[in-house]
């Protein structure tokens, strides 16, 4: 009982590392766009 106890108290805390993995790499990417430089000279006319 306690083996079975100890794999879901793993699991539960594999989940939880791997969603604020994925929320932190969400909010770089958001940082990432935000902050990045404006591309010129393109050759589109304004």
Do not use: H
Not at 2 to 30: C, H, M, P, T, W
């Amino acid at each position: 009982m306690k083996k079975l106890l100890l794999v879901a108290l793993a699991a539960v805390a594999g989940l939880f590392v791997y969603r604020q993995i994925q929320a932190d790499r969400a909010e770089q990417d958001l940082w990432t766009e935000a902050t990045d430089a404006v591309p010129t000279g393109s050759g589109a006319s304004v």
